[in-house]
């Protein structure tokens, strides 16, 4: 055929919709879409031709970058993930006044953000971003082992004896999952959780009170809710609220280890002088570590048992350049202080409860922080979390833990 392009759209109704009628009335509508050339006729090919070069011409002229979601801006694959038109055309449109919207909205610029700016340097935080960014997206429904376990299970029909032993396997991981499910933290009652979700409910952002130095609103007590990322205030708070029951325990802010890794030792040299702070007069030191703006872990230095742990909620090799540099820390503010230094042994990766999705990481460091602060076996986990979630909320509400 000496026809180069033919392009038919048909609506829902079945009737053929087009931008050029002139050949064959009977096919044009009211209201004619512009969206298609109708080719039907090889007499016509020639001017059909002529219609397409000049449409592509009016385009290549006209066109600019489109404001909609399915837009075809070419230059898109050349800017992918750099903060600029992308975000605006492929932000998820929200309705208006829809607050959860709005902060799932926010959610996901913090998701851009990270995979725009920040840049792995080291193997471990590639794993991390590994884990939150992945290289393909992960199916919303695949909540639990149990959905996994059902979507991705086959059956061989050729190999029955397989089969069997898959389905024992199965019908044991779907048992202990359901074991896990239940929380063995006693939850909130009516009365308490009433107070939470009264917050959590609320439209107004506004400033509940102050405490530590630190200014609590509602859209703080709000990142506690199931599903979000738990923010530097609400983290800071909670640890202040530990240390505050255990006088033993020191925590430090959760920008002090971002200094001390960014600065060095100078950038945090004044912090404990400025704090009249003795690091060596506490027993145990907790150290909230952020990683790529994505990832909270903990480091926990130990003065009673000379040594430096880091407790991560994903598993990993550990963060051994993390607990070095807090060793590090140590051994200059011994040479201010004029104490005799400690020789710290090192743990970049201990045992410790994993969480099982992408936004539990700063709740299992809080609950971390509180176990060891108060010498408690990590005996939590991930089926705990919706529990813990409701009871540090109340705990920040009341400005005290629950015994």
């Keep these: 055929s000496d026809s180069d392009l033919e392009i038919i759209a048909v609506n829902q109704l079945g009737k053929v919709t087009n931008d050029y009628h002139i050949l064959h009335h009977h096919y044009a509508t009211p209201n004619p ?49 750099q903060k600029s038109n992308y975000q605006d055309h492929y932000r998820p449109v929200r309705p208006q006044h829809d607050e959860d919207a709005e902060e799932e909205a926010e959610d996901y610029d913090d998701l851009l953000n990270l995979t725009i700016h920040e840049t792995p340097t080291k193997k471990y935080h590639q794993s991390i971003l590994n884990y939150y960014v992945p290289s393909k997206p992960i199916s919303s429904t695949n909540y639990s082992i149990l959905d996994s376990l059902i979507s991705n299970f086959f059956i061989d029909k050729q190999a029955s004896s397989q089969y069997e032993k898959s389905h024992l396997k199965t019908q044991d ?70 240390t505050d029951s255990t006088p033993k325990t020191y925590a430090w802010t959760t920008h002090f280890f971002t200094t001390l890794q960014d600065k060095g030792y100078q950038g945090v040299a004044r912090w404990a002088k400025r704090r009249k702070l003795n690091v060596y007069e506490k027993d145990i030191i907790l150290v909230p570590i952020n990683i790529m703006n994505t990832h909270w872990a903990l480091a926990v230095i130990n003065n009673v048992e000379q040594k430096i742990e880091y407790l991560d909620s994903l598993s990993s090799n550990g963060n051994i350049n993390a607990i070095k540099l807090l060793s590090n820390y140590m051994s200059l503010e011994a040479d201010r202080l004029g104490k005799p230094k400690i020789q710290y042994q090192l743990f970049p990766s201990v045992k410790t409860p994993q969480q099982a999705n992408g936004y539990d990481c700063g709740v299992f460091t809080c609950t971390a922080a509180r176990y060891v602060a108060e010498k408690s076996a990590l005996t939590y986990s991930q089926s705990d979390m919706k529990v813990i979630r409701r009871i540090m909320a109340y705990e920040i509400l009341t400005k005290k833990l629950i015994e």
């Design 173 to 242: 991981a779907v048992t202990k999952n359901r074991i896990q499910s239940l929380s063995k933290i006693t939850p909130l009652d009516n009365s308490q959780l009433s107070q939470v979700m009264n917050i959590w409910n609320s439209r107004i952002n506004k400033q509940l009170f102050s405490i530590f130095q630190i200014d609590v609103f509602v859209d703080d007590l709000k990142t506690l809710r199931d599903g979000k990322w738990l923010n530097d205030n609400i983290i800071d708070l909670y640890l202040n609220l530990i």
């Design 33 to 81: 879409i512009n969206n298609s050339i109708l080719v039907d006729d090889p007499s016509n090919r020639n001017t059909l031709r002529s219609l397409v070069t000049k449409r592509i011409q009016e385009y290549s002229h006209n066109s600019t970058p489109s404001n909609y979601q399915y837009g075809t801006d070419f230059l898109i694959s050349k800017t992918f993930l």
